[in-house]
């Protein structure tokens, strides 16, 4: 089992990330020292934020930049503005994309999840990254935590084009989802050292966000529910490895890493070989109907 990084005493229950160093009585030395020097509680700054979460800073600012950038060739070209792109621009600038994703492009399933629709689009995803994004960094810990992101989408985006391969996909939800997921599986197992009120509260919270965002999903057509499942299943799994990780001890995510690397790079493959004899038949139908529509008497 873990040792207090302070006293020594051997931790009561296991924990991840940077809450897991201290033990209960180490703590509350630590409070009461606080509580005898009277200090003036300030909010920190967005500044003071961001470098306290460099990892979720981060991925914020590339999606802002690459949302900057969207707009730019939006106004460009003529095919969109802060609101809005057309899915010709979208698949142009790297959407997820099953002609294109299918047929050699498989770089789209990655860079898919740093791109939005729209202002609405993207703002909505950042806020709810934000707030949950910082939790997951601090409880997992910078590394595991980008591992988690970054895994989680690529797993919603194979997802998405294999359950509907001639949509435009876009947007970071199903790796939001997938943080989600991950970050309900420690405060679902206890395995956090936090008051009861709090881990309750947090649970309610994770789990509201999943099953309302789910509900809200499913009733809109526009938005891609297959990414948000893929995001959210793999969230779960690679939440409960690191969690069961962290009770025994292990440190290393190499081996996690590395395995989950080996399934997404089988789960592409398979879906490649599955779906593209569709998506060809699908561009062949959609060739004769044009030309079919190119012949008829005026």
């Not at 990254?129 to 590394?143: H, L, P, S, T």
């Not at 139908?285 to 008497?297: D, F, I, K, R, V």
Request: hydrophobic content about 45%.
């Amino acid at each position: 089992m873990s040792s207090c990084v302070q006293c020594g005493r051997e931790l009561p229950s296991f924990s991840i990330g940077s809450l897991k160093n201290v033990c209960p009585a180490c703590q509350f030395e630590q409070q009461q020292q606080q509580a005898a020097q009277p200090q003036v509680q300030q909010k920190p700054t967005f500044i003071e934020q961001a470098r306290a979460f460099p990892v979720t800073s981060t991925i914020v600012a590339i999606n802002v930049v690459v949302y900057a950038i969207c707009v730019a060739f939006g106004y460009l070209t003529g095919q969109g503005n802060l609101f809005d792109f057309s899915p010709r621009l979208l698949a142009t600038l790297g959407a997820n994309f099953g002609p294109y994703t299918l047929n050699g492009q498989w770089w789209r399933i990655f860079t898919c999840m740093w791109m939005h629709g729209g202002l609405i689009h993207i703002g909505s995803n950042m806020y709810c990254f934000w707030q949950f994004g910082r939790i997951a960094e601090r409880v997992f810990g910078r590394n595991r935590y980008l591992a988690i992101y970054l895994i989680t989408g690529l797993a919603a985006s194979i997802t998405s084009v294999a359950w509907h391969p001639m949509i435009v996909s876009i947007g970071a939800s199903g790796a939001i989802f997938g943080v989600a997921g991950a970050l309900f599986v420690p405060f679902y197992r206890k395995r956090l050292r936090l008051p009861p009120p709090v881990m309750h509260s947090m649970m309610r919270s994770i789990g509201l966000f999943i099953v309302i965002n789910l509900i809200i999903g499913a009733s809109l057509p526009f938005i891609d529910v297959s990414a948000h499942l893929g995001g959210l299943v793999s969230g779960f799994l690679l939440g409960s490895i690191f969690v069961e990780q962290a009770a025994r001890g292990e440190e290393s995510i190499a081996l996690v890493v590395a395995f989950c690397t080996v399934l997404l790079v089988a789960g592409f493959m398979f879906t490649r070989r599955e779906r593209l004899p569709f998506v060809q038949k699908q561009l062949q139908q959609l060739e004769q109907q044009n030309q079919t529509q190119g012949h008829q008497p005026k």
